[in-house]
C-alpha cells in the first residue's frame, strides 16, 4: 500500500513539474562587498587617514590584477605582481601596510591554491585571519565579516585536498557561529558574534553563503552515497534547531525538514512536501536547494518506479527542469542529471 502511495506522489510531482517557477537570471540580493565597502571606505579615511588609504586602496587594486593573472593561468606573473605590492607597501604607514598585507596573504593564498600547495594556500589563509583579527582589535571592527568570511577558502582549500575531516567542522563551527553565535569551532582567535550585529542583512547572507556552499559540497558527493550520508550526520544533523525570522532562513529550515525525512526513508512524505517547496519561487542564489532535492527525487524513482514509463516521463521532466530553469553552475547540474542515465 505505501508502495503505491509513493508512486501516486511521484506521478503527481511528475504532473507538477512543469508549473515550476523558472530562476530569474540574476540574483535579486546585493553583493555583501557592495554593502562593506562604503562603510570601510569611511572608517579607514579616519582610521589610516584619507592619503593612506587612497595609497592603500591604489596597491588593493594591483592586488587584485594579480588575482586575475592567477586565474588566467599566468600564475608566475601573478606572484611577481604579488611581491611587487608587497615591496610598495613598505612605503606606506604601519596601519595602512598591515591592511594591504591582507590582499597580499589572500592572493598568495590563492596562487599556492592553484599551484595545488594546498599547504601553503592553508598557512598564508590562516595568516590572513590572524591578521584581520589584529586589525579589528585597533578598532577596524567592521572587518569582522571579512576575518569570518575568510574561512569559507579555509573550508574550499581542505575541500580540494581531500580533507573533508577538517572542512567539516569549519562547515559547522561557522553556520553554528553566524545562526547563534557559538565559536567553539571556529579558527583559533577571538571572536566576538556581537560584531555581526551591526548589518543584520550582511549576517544573514553571510549565513545563506555558508550553507549554500555546504549544500553545493553534498550535491558534488551525489555518486558517493557513504560521504554524502556521512555529511549529512555530521554537518547538517549538528545545525542547532532555530525559529526562522525571515524567509532565507524559513527555505534553509524547510530543506532541513526535508533532508530529514529523505535520511529517514519517509519518501512518502518527502516526495510530497518537497512538491510544495519546487513550487515556491525564491531567489536564484538559492537553487542549489532544489536541485539536491530533485537528486533525491531522481533516486527515490529508481527504488519504487523502477525501468517504468513513468520513471522514463520524470526522469526526462527533471532533466529538462534542471537544464532550462535552474540557475545552477553546470557542473553541479551535471552532477544531478548523470543520475538519470546511472
Same mark, same amino acid.
Given at each position: 500500500?505505501?508502495?503505491?502511495?509513493?508512486?501516486?506522489?511521484?506521478?503527481?510531482?511528475?504532473?507538477?513539474?512543469?508549473?515550476?517557477?523558472? #530562476?530569474?537570471?540574476?540574483?535579486?540580493?546585493?553583493?555583501?562587498? #557592495?554593502? *562593506?565597502?562604503?562603510?570601510?571606505? =569611511?572608517?579607514?579615511?579616519?582610521?589610516?587617514?584619507?592619503?593612506?588609504?587612497?595609497?592603500?586602496?591604489?596597491?588593493?587594486?594591483?592586488?587584485?590584477?594579480?588575482?586575475?593573472?592567477?586565474?588566467?593561468?599566468?600564475?608566475?606573473?601573478? /606572484?611577481?605582481?604579488?611581491?611587487?605590492?608587497?615591496?610598495?607597501?613598505?612605503?606606506?604607514?604601519?596601519?595602512?601596510?598591515?591592511?594591504?598585507?591582507?590582499?597580499?596573504?589572500?592572493?598568495?593564498?590563492?596562487?599556492?591554491?592553484?599551484?595545488?600547495?594546498?599547504?601553503?594556500?592553508?598557512?598564508?589563509?590562516?595568516?590572513?585571519?590572524?591578521?584581520?583579527?589584529?586589525?579589528?582589535?585597533?578598532?577596524?571592527?567592521?572587518?569582522? /565579516?571579512?576575518?569570518?568570511?575568510?574561512?569559507?577558502?579555509?573550508?574550499?582549500?581542505?575541500?580540494?585536498?581531500?580533507?573533508?575531516?577538517?572542512?567539516?567542522?569549519?562547515?559547522?563551527?561557522?553556520?553554528?557561529?553566524?545562526?547563534?553565535?557559538?565559536?567553539?569551532?571556529?579558527?583559533?582567535?577571538? %571572536?566576538?558574534?556581537?560584531?555581526? =550585529?551591526?548589518?543584520? /542583512?550582511?549576517?544573514?547572507?553571510?549565513? @545563506? !553563503?555558508?550553507?549554500?556552499?555546504?549544500?553545493?559540497?553534498?550535491?558534488?558527493?551525489?555518486?558517493?552515497?557513504?560521504?554524502?550520508? *556521512? &555529511?549529512?550526520?555530521?554537518?547538517?544533523?549538528? !545545525?542547532?534547531?532555530?525559529?526562522?525570522?525571515?524567509?532565507?532562513?524559513?527555505?534553509? $529550515?524547510? %530543506?532541513?525538514? *526535508?533532508?530529514?525525512? $529523505?535520511?529517514?526513508?519517509?519518501?512518502?512524505?518527502?516526495?510530497? @512536501?518537497?512538491?510544495?517547496?519546487?513550487?515556491?519561487?525564491? @531567489?536564484?542564489?538559492?537553487?542549489?536547494?532544489?536541485? #539536491?532535492?530533485?537528486?533525491? !527525487?531522481?533516486?527515490?524513482?529508481? &527504488?519504487?518506479?523502477?525501468?517504468?514509463?513513468?520513471?522514463?516521463?520524470?526522469?526526462?521532466?527533471?532533466?529538462?527542469? !534542471?537544464?532550462?530553469?535552474?540557475?545552477?553552475?553546470?557542473?553541479?547540474? =551535471?552532477?544531478?542529471?548523470?543520475?538519470?542515465?546511472?
Amino acid at each position: 500500500m505505501k508502495q503505491q502511495l509513493i508512486q501516486q506522489e511521484l506521478e503527481r510531482f511528475s504532473e507538477m513539474i512543469d508549473s515550476f517557477p523558472t #530562476s530569474e537570471k540574476e540574483s535579486k540580493f546585493y553583493h555583501i562587498e #557592495s554593502i *562593506l565597502s562604503p562603510i570601510e571606505y =569611511n572608517l579607514f579615511k579616519v582610521f589610516f587617514g584619507e592619503q593612506e588609504y587612497k595609497k592603500a586602496l591604489s596597491l588593493v587594486l594591483e592586488a587584485q590584477e594579480a588575482i586575475k593573472k592567477c586565474k588566467a593561468d599566468d600564475l608566475e606573473g601573478g /606572484y611577481e605582481k604579488f611581491q611587487e605590492v608587497k615591496r610598495k607597501s613598505e612605503q606606506l604607514s604601519e596601519k595602512a601596510k598591515q591592511y594591504v598585507t591582507l590582499y597580499y596573504l589572500s592572493g598568495i593564498a590563492y596562487y599556492h591554491f592553484r599551484r595545488k600547495d594546498f599547504d601553503q594556500a592553508i598557512n598564508y589563509t590562516l595568516r590572513e585571519i590572524q591578521e584581520t583579527e589584529s586589525i579589528e582589535n585597533k578598532g577596524a571592527t567592521s572587518l569582522h /565579516y571579512r576575518r569570518t568570511g575568510h574561512v569559507i577558502n579555509l573550508i574550499k582549500i581542505f575541500k580540494a585536498s581531500h580533507q573533508a575531516e577538517k572542512a567539516i567542522p569549519l562547515f559547522l563551527g561557522s553556520l553554528k557561529y553566524l545562526l547563534n553565535g557559538n565559536a567553539d569551532l571556529m579558527p583559533k582567535g577571538g %571572536w566576538n558574534s556581537e560584531l555581526l =550585529n551591526f548589518i543584520p /542583512y550582511v549576517r544573514q547572507r553571510s549565513f @545563506d !553563503i555558508f550553507f549554500i556552499e555546504a549544500v553545493d559540497t553534498l550535491i558534488n558527493l551525489q555518486a558517493d552515497n557513504e560521504h554524502q550520508e *556521512l &555529511l549529512f550526520r555530521t554537518l547538517f544533523m549538528e !545545525i542547532p534547531d532555530f525559529e526562522p525570522q525571515n524567509n532565507n532562513q524559513a527555505m534553509l $529550515y524547510n %530543506w532541513l525538514y *526535508l533532508q530529514r525525512l $529523505y535520511h529517514q526513508k519517509n519518501y512518502l512524505d518527502f516526495v510530497k @512536501d518537497c512538491t510544495e517547496f519546487c513550487q515556491t519561487p525564491f @531567489d536564484n542564489s538559492f537553487d542549489s536547494l532544489k536541485l #539536491s532535492l530533485l537528486a533525491n !527525487i531522481i533516486q527515490i524513482s529508481q &527504488l519504487h518506479l523502477k525501468e517504468s514509463g513513468l520513471q522514463k516521463q520524470l526522469k526526462r521532466k527533471i532533466n529538462d527542469f !534542471i537544464q532550462t530553469k535552474l540557475a545552477s553552475p553546470d557542473h553541479l547540474k =551535471n552532477n544531478v542529471c548523470h543520475l538519470i542515465i546511472e
